[in-house]
Antibody, heavy 119, light 108 residues
Framework: EVQLVESGGGLVKPGGSLRLSCAAS????????MSWVRQAPGKGLEWVGR??????????DYAAPVKGRFTISRDDSKTTLSLQMNSLKTEDTAVYYC??????????WGQGTLVTVSS | DIQMTQSPSSLSASVGDRVTITCQAS??????LNWFQQKPGKAPKLLIY???NLKTGVPSRFSGSGSGTDFTFSISSLQPEDIATYYC??????????FGQGTRLEIK
């Protein structure tokens, strides 16, 4: 059974930093392209970014609002995905989901972790 | 970046009605489109992939169609448990992923 479990959310002041983690199991993590998706309170889904598998080059891509502030990384030995968030803004307040998707109908999401950016 | 324009933003319908949601891409995305259902407090659930393929286990009243820039999602006979917000999402391994704005579906 595929499981994605996010952790690390919480309250942080504007300008601060936070690191989210996603513990993955039930699939071959090292072969997977992993992504983060967020949802601000009462708003729609927003793709944050992704990291390719190392065999596909391991490159990262980011949505414009977070580019240069957020960094996605992976530890294949620990089957863990991370999201380092720096220079946080109030508009980064959201539930952050870890997601794995592949060709066809393969699509799994974690339960989400809430990040609140407020003074 | 590819923009996804989803409409309507909200929809009220009666049980048994046919419901249709549209999604338009700002450029050709072939069939690289998913449809998701999200209920309050839950993660999104994939219903339709590759524009028209029903994920295993999803009721057959859900369907999708389209290619290129214009896509449609339908529920043939609305059920009370279908109350949710629905999102389209384009995906292309060479491009950044984007979601539509969402359609909030309510029972009339």
């Amino acid at each position: 059974e595929v499981q994605l479990v996010e952790s690390g959310g919480g309250l942080v002041k504007p300008g601060g930093s936070l690191r989210l983690s996603c513990a993955a199991s039930g699939f071959t993590f090292s072969n997977a392209w992993m992504s983060w998706v967020r949802q601000a309170p009462g708003k729609g889904l927003e793709w944050v970014g992704r990291i390719k598998s190392k065999t596909d080059g391991g490159a990262t891509d980011y949505a414009a609002p977070v580019k240069g502030r957020f960094t996605i990384s992976r530890d294949d030995s620990k089957t863990t995905l991370s999201l380092q968030m720096n220079s946080l803004k109030t508009e980064d307040t959201a539930v952050y989901y870890c997601r794995v998707a592949a060709a066809g109908s393969i699509d799994y999401w974690g339960q989400g972790t809430l990040v609140t950016v407020s003074s | 970046d590819i923009q996804m324009t989803q409409s309507p933003s909200s929809l009220s319908a009666s049980v048994g009605d046919r419901v249709t949601i549209t999604c338009q891409a700002s450029q050709d995305i072939s069939i690289f489109l998913n449809w998701f259902q999200q209920k309050p407090g839950k993660a999104p659930k994939l219903l339709i992939y590759d524009a028209s393929n029903l994920k295993t286990g999803v009721p057959s009243r859900f369907s999708g169609s389209g290619s290129g820039t214009d896509f449609t999602f339908s529920i043939s006979s609305l059920q009370p448990e279908d109350i949710a917000t629905y999102y389209c999402q384009q995906y292309d391994n060479l491009l950044l992923i984007t979601f539509g704005q969402g359609t909030r579906l309510e029972i009339k």
